[in-house]
Every structure is written in C-alpha cells, then in structure tokens.
C-alpha cells in the first residue's frame, strides 16, 4: 500500500538498499494488505511480506494469530511461513515452535524479523 507526503520518513537508518526498496519515486511503500469496505473504511489485514500461499491460496497470518489467542492455554503468538516441498491441506500448519517470550516493538507488534533469525525457516521439521 503505497503512501505519499511530507509526512513520510526520508528512509531507513544506515540501510539504503532497504530505502530503496521501500520507496520509489517519492512512494512509500509500507507493504501493507488492507481492504476497502462499501463505505471506503481501509483495513488492514497483514502484511505482504508475511503472507503465506498454500495450496494457492492466501493465507493471513494475523488471522490465524487471532484465532490462537482465543485459546485459554495460549498467551501469545506469532504465526511465520515456512518453505514446505510437501502437499499440505489448506491453512494448516506445518511446524509449530514454541518459546516462552515473543520479541514485540513498542508498539506491541511481533518482530517477525526476529523471530524468523531465532527459528530460521530451512530448519528440519
């Protein structure tokens, strides 16, 4: 989802590849998925780099985080696609790992960035 104005950061801190993958022609593309309702709210539903295509389909993580977090025995999660040579059902998992703390941002976001260099994706299932 692309952004553009005088509010828009100059870019990222000693990272100019980043910069310039992020913005183009003074466009900030924030790599958010959102959708537009019939009264033309936005909502923004993940995040493309997130994202997981299984059996052709996409799949959301934050949707599956949510329906995780209604379980009483859940505290947290974050949910992280994983590169599979199997055929797997629909939105299924394909490997679960747990830990006992969630990197977050101030902002309470999960740092899946993180979290993908403590649990890199090519690890044996």
Do not use: C
Not at 20 to 25: F, G, L, R, S, V
Not at 31 to 54: E, H, P, T
């Amino acid at each position: 989802m692309p952004w553009r104005g005088r509010h828009i950061m100059a870019g990222y801190w000693n990272r100019p590849e980043t910069t310039a993958e992020a913005i183009t022609d003074g466009w900030l593309h924030t790599g958010d998925i959102a959708v537009r309702d019939a009264d033309g709210f936005l909502y923004i539903q993940d995040r493309i780099k997130d994202m997981i295509i299984s059996g052709g389909e996409n799949v959301y993580p934050a949707e599956i985080e949510d329906v995780l977090l209604n379980h009483p025995g859940i505290a947290d999660v974050a949910v992280l696609g994983t590169p599979s040579a199997k055929l797997a059902r629909f939105k299924l998992p394909k490997r679960a790992v747990f830990t006992d703390v969630i990197p977050r941002s101030p902002t309470g976001k999960a740092l899946k960035r993180l979290l993908r260099e403590q649990f890199p994706l090519d690890a044996p299932e």
